[in-house]
């Protein structure tokens, strides 16, 4: 069964708008963690914020905010006042429990932010 | 700050030969991750390496095999190449410390085309 759904792929945004990118996650584990990576056209993978399962507050990097939403199982990435820089593809990831530590990715959204 | 260097940055190879990839963590993390992302798909889970074993194995085929030596730096090795083999290879890598937030740190990645 597919870990992390990302049903949304491909989105336009206008510069200086917000965006949110759905991620839902599904694991039976109470340990775990949620990941957004951001891979530009140029191929690297830029980790972007983090929110772990015990974490009470919602995370915050910069731009970037996390909707963690425990009881539905989301985690939607808010990307605020967007950027000609933010056009990219973003991958959710989750990490299960506290001795399994690989990434399961979703299939990615791509952002494309209009000037 | 230092980040996670992989070497070759491109790499072509024709079917049935061998390639070799190489992954330079980021100092003091002590788990190495491998990952491949076929074209358009996301990053799928291979191998991973904790302090010079291996921890965890994914969707690894038997003629890739990898390992981590002494300096934390850690090896693919892939054999028997077949077309279906290109795709792009991540290296990451995190630690596991107390406190750490298993953040995973993504090399700019290896692009393997099999010809």
């Known amino acids: 069964a597919q870990k992390i759904t990302q049903t949304q792929p491909g989105m336009f945004v206008q510069e200086k708008e917000a965006v949110t990118l759905d991620c839902t996650y599904d694991?039976?584990?109470?340990?775990?963690?949620l990941f957004w990576y951001k891979q530009p056209s140029s191929g690297e993978m830029i980790f972007l914020i983090y929110?772990?399962?015990?974490?009470?507050q919602n995370a915050t990097e910069g731009r970037y905010s996390l909707n963690f939403q425990k009881a539905r199982k989301s985690a939607n990435l808010v990307i605020s006042a967007s950027q000609l820089g933010d056009s990219a593809m973003y991958f959710c990831?989750?990490?299960?429990?506290?001795?399994?530590?690989?990434?399961?990715f979703g299939a990615g959204t791509t952002v494309t932010v209009r000037a | 700050a230092a980040g996670v260097i992989q070497s070759p940055r491109h790499l072509i190879k024709e079917k049935r030969e061998t390639a070799t990839l190489k992954c330079y963590p980021i100092?003091?993390?002590?788990?190495v991750y491998w990952y491949q992302q076929g074209p358009g798909q996301d990053p799928q889970f291979l191998i991973s390496?904790?302090?010079?074993?291996?921890?965890d194995k994914g969707s690894i085929p038997d003629r890739f095999s990898a390992q981590q030596f002494s300096d934390y730096h850690s090896e693919l090795n892939m054999s028997s190449l077949e077309l279906g083999d290109s795709a792009l290879y991540f290296c990451?890598?995190?630690?596991?410390?107390?406190?750490?937030?298993?953040?995973?740190?993504f090399g700019p990645g290896t692009r393997l085309t099999v010809t």
């Open positions: 390496f904790y302090e010079k074993m291996q921890s």
């Open positions: 100092p003091r993390h002590d788990t």
């Open positions: 929110q772990g399962s015990y974490d009470q």
């Open positions: 990831a989750m990490r299960e429990g506290r001795s399994d530590y690989k990434l399961s």
């Open positions: 990451a890598s995190s630690t596991r410390g107390q406190g750490a937030a298993y953040e995973q740190y």
């Open positions: 694991t039976s584990d109470p340990s775990y963690g």
